[in-house]
């Protein structure tokens, strides 16, 4: 199958009052795997007339809100919001995506809180869901390395990427790099999916008898 791994920078964690800053998309294809700095990345600096956000985001941000304050008018790697779902749209079908019936392009997300936390600000950006949108599943990393036993919680991209034995388990916060982690985590379950790794009912309850054994 293939994927579209997305991930945002924000100046804040309200969707309604705060804005994105910086979009990065990457196409993953499970059957025809590529090196991480081959697959095929869009990337956009967002710019505003003018930014609304809390100080621990802007500061987690600072060299960016200075490649924007920097940027030329029309430099290709920055756009607008209002630009920035027409030039995402345009970019998925150069990569073979195709339009519905209602001409929306439809992808497959992956994302560390993609549904609880990305997508509520996806769906503030003009032409979302009329000329791109979302399949209802989406791929969270944080499911495939939750510890059912001792988590309390879905672990974070910091605790999954230490599960996953990376050697740098530090979060970039930077949207191109932080959606290549998210295909990097995701990669060991292609061979064998999650699914065929329960171990059948009858299997498991044979073992229980012959240890009681």
């Known amino acids: 199958m293939r994927y ?15 804005q994105i ?11 025809r795997l590529r090196p991480l700095a081959e697959l095929p990345t869009f990337r956009r600096a967002v710019r505003h007339a003018e930014y609304v956000g809390t100080a621990g985001a802007l500061a987690l941000n600072a060299g960016l809100l200075q490649e924007l304050a920097e940027a030329e008018p029309d430099q290709p790697d920055v756009c607008t ?8 749209r345009a970019w998925l079908l150069q990569q073979g995506f195709r339009p519905d019936k209602k001409d ?3 992808v497959t997300l992956a ?11 996806l769906r503030q950006l003009p032409g979302w869901g009329t000329l791109v949108r979302a399949e209802p599943a989406l791929l969270d ?9 001792k988590d309390s919680r879905l672990p974070t991209m910091s605790i999954c990427k230490a599960r996953a034995r990376f050697e740098d388990t530090t979060v970039a ?3 191109v790099a932080d959606a290549l982690d998210v295909v990097r985590l995701l990669r060991p379950f292609y061979a064998l999916p999650v699914y065929q790794q329960v171990t ?4 498991a309850a044979a073992r229980g008898q012959a240890g009681e054994q």
């Open 4 to 18: 579209v791994s997305l991930d945002l920078e924000m100046t804040g964690n309200q969707p309604e009052r705060h």
């Open 21 to 31: 800053i910086e979009l990065a998309a990457v196409v993953e294809d499970t059957k």
């Open 81 to 88: 919001a209002a630009e920035l779902l027409p030039q995402l």
């Open 104 to 106: 929306r392009v439809a």
């Open 111 to 121: 994302g560390k809180n993609i549904g609880s936390f990305d997508l509520l600000f």
């Open 141 to 149: 990393p944080a499911a495939f390395y939750l510890n059912w036993h």
């Open 173 to 175: 916060h930077q949207a």
């Open 200 to 203: 059948p009912p009858d299997a």
